[in-house]
């Protein structure tokens, strides 16, 4: 009866020993590659920047603002080249996410955004807004996202902004259509005239 015993106690071997210079040696190598890719991320948001440079300054809020029509808390979730979901827009701050106070009033719309630079855009600037699911970076359900479209020097813009309180989107997509529609076509009328007038 030992014998077997102690056969079958020969037979066990303790579990090898873990080869810790392997597993630091993958584990350096990983956060290296990690930091490359993070650099490489870095200099494409820069070549981006300089290559937007030509983004005029972005318009302060004027000292009278006048009566809110509309007030927002939320998210800014970025600003692309209108029409262009994927076309980011980073020089001047635009391209910062960031907590973001919106207040819509006959002026325009002035974004206060905790942590970056803030913005307004002018009543005559605007060019509409839309529900939509995404802009670059950021995808919701359909819907999820306020996108207001603007214009600031020669380039159209999307900006997108969710509300902590989602159903508050239709009333901004209305307020904004009827302020941009009716600061566009008032613009255009007196272009119009000063150019009849010559």
Not at 41 to 53: F, V
Not at 145 to 152: A, D
Not at 162 to 187: F, I, K, M, Y
Request: aromatic share 8%.
């Amino acid at each position: 009866m030992t014998p077997p015993l102690i056969h079958l106690a020969e037979a066990q071997k303790s579990a090898p020993v873990t080869d810790w210079a392997a597993r630091i040696g993958w584990v350096v190598g990983l956060l290296v590659f990690v930091v490359f890719v993070y650099w490489l991320m870095r200099q494409g948001w820069k070549w981006r920047g300089t290559l937007q440079g030509d983004l005029p300054e972005l318009p302060a809020t004027p000292a009278e603002l006048g009566e809110p029509r509309l007030t927002l808390s939320g998210r800014y979730h970025g600003s692309t080249t209108a029409g262009q979901w994927l076309d980011r827009i980073v020089a001047r701050g635009l391209g910062t996410r960031s907590r973001a106070e919106l207040t819509l009033t006959d002026q325009g719309l002035d974004v206060v955004r905790p942590g970056a630079e803030d913005f307004f855009v002018p009543a005559a600037a605007l060019r509409g807004a839309r529900l939509d699911k995404g802009i670059a970076g950021k995808v919701l359900p359909e819907g999820g996202l306020l996108i207001v479209t603007w214009r600031h020097g020669d380039k159209e813009i999307d900006s997108g902004f969710r509300s902590d309180r989602a159903g508050e989107h239709p009333a901004w997509v209305e307020a904004l259509n009827r302020l941009g529609t009716t600061e566009h076509s008032t613009s255009t009328t007196e272009h119009t005239e000063t150019e009849g007038a010559r």
